[in-house]
T-cell receptor, first 119, second 111 residues
Framework: GAGVSQSPSNKVTEKGKDVELRCDPISGHTALYWYRQSLGQGLEFLIYFQGNSAPDKSGLPSDRFSAERTGGSVSTLTIQRTQQEDSAVYLC?????????????????FGPGTRLTVL | DAKTTQPTSMDCAEGRAANLPCNHSTISGNEYVYWYRQIHSQGPQYIIHGLKNNETNEMASLIITEDRKSSTLILPHATLRDTAVYYCIVRAASGYSTLTFGKGTMLLVSP
């Protein structure tokens, strides 16, 4: 079946511009995660959605970052007034439950990422 | 989540088995061992996970020691496309847990 898809695959923008990154999770997956990965660095958690709600947005680095999810499916990560330090690969992952207190850790499946370059 | 230790890099000849070790000596009884890999410029790819029994799927096998303090990921017949960074992760058995990747093992498969 179809995996997680993300668009665009690459985005080059100028400092100060706003960007929107899109994630289409695996159909039926209720949990959705955004991460970012800077060059040579590990994964940095940004935000977690369960359905359309975001019970954990503790990883968003500043108020320039926001995300929403509609219809329990597609999610958009928006970065306002981009800065050069925002340059990274933004990764989206989804899993089938992610419900707190569930008996089994759910497997997260990743999309290919969006490479953001801020000039 | 418990800390893991992996070798920085490993080499493997194409067609041979690649055995990637991981130490997780502080693992708790309800923590799973997960393996992901990341091929250059791609998103992380789930490989396999297990709690205490050995597991096998179409990609790999996971061997967990009886005391659960270490595990080995086995790629039975490595191909050039298996060249990637492999991450061993220990995660709590709850429904929600974000992923934290360490430095992983860079596996280079050569002809």
């Amino acid at each position: 079946g179809a995996g997680v898809s993300q668009s665009p695959s690459n985005k080059v923008t100028e400092k100060g511009k706003d960007v929107e990154l899109r994630c289409d999770p695996i159909s039926g997956h209720t949990a959705l995660y955004w991460y970012r990965q800077s060059l040579g660095q590990g994964l940095e958690f940004l935000i977690y959605f369960q359905g359309n709600s975001a019970p954990d947005k503790s990883g968003l680095p500043s108020d320039r970052f926001s995300a929403e999810r509609t219809g329990g499916s597609v999610s958009t990560l928006t970065i306002q007034r981009t800065q050069q330090e925002d340059s990274a690969v933004y990764l989206c992952a989804s899993s089938s439950t992610g419900l707190a207190g569930g008996p089994i850790t759910d497997t997260q499946y990743f999309g290919p990422g969006t490479r953001l370059t801020v000039l | 989540d418990a800390k893991t230790t992996q070798p920085t890099s490993m080499d493997c000849a194409e067609g041979r088995a690649a055995n990637l070790p991981c130490n997780h000596s502080t693992i708790s009884g309800n923590e799973y061992v997960y393996w992901y890999r990341q091929i250059h410029s791609q998103g992380p790819q789930y490989i396999i996970h297990g709690l205490k029994n050995n597991e096998t799927n179409e990609m790999a096998s996971l061997i967990i020691t009886e005391d659960r303090k270490s595990s080995t990921l086995i790629l039975p017949h490595a191909t050039l496309r298996d060249t990637a960074v492999y991450y061993c992760i220990v995660r709590a058995a709850s429904g929600y847990s974000t992923l934290t990747f360490g430095k992983g093992t860079m596996l280079l498969v050569s002809p």
